[in-house]
């Protein structure tokens, strides 16, 4: 198993960045396929972005490619989330989440999640 926490979420203005955080803790993550999700208000959670355990394959929902980069830094046991070109559409609690082997954009094959950071885009 492994512990996850999220970290960087704040208010920005349409257009603007922020970088999101997830910290693992666990002797298993490097074996780890890495994603991340979001939830509005009101609505069901949806997949953002995922990386594989090698960090070599990744994989995004359409509606933020171009705008979101997820990586990996297997020294800090760190995925990262960058959101470039924001929009108030974005706003949402950001999850992360880890499942042994390779990474899916379905939420109900992950285990290991985070608690979640808050994202707010105004317009």
């Known amino acids: 198993q492994v512990q996850l926490a999220e970290s960087g979420g704040g208010y920005v203005q349409a257009g603007g960045s922020l970088r999101l955080s997830c910290a693992a803790s666990?002797?298993?993550?490097?074996?780890?396929?890495m994603a991340w999700f979001r939830q509005a208000p009101g609505k069901e959670r949806e997949f953002v972005a995922a990386i594989s355990w090698s960090g070599s394959r990744t994989n995004y929902a359409d509606s933020v490619k171009g705008r979101f980069t997820v990586s990996r830094d297997a020294a800090k046991n760190t995925v990262i989330l960058r959101m470039n070109s924001l929009k108030p559409e974005d706003t949402a609690t950001y999850y992360c989440?880890?499942?042994?082997?390779?990474?899916?954009?379905?939420?109900?094959?992950?285990?290991?999640w985070g608690q979640g950071t808050q994202v707010t885009v105004s317009s």
């Open positions: 666990g002797r298993t993550f490097s074996i780890y396929g």
């Open positions: 989440a880890g499942r042994p082997g390779d990474y899916s954009v379905d939420g109900t094959a992950y285990d290991d």
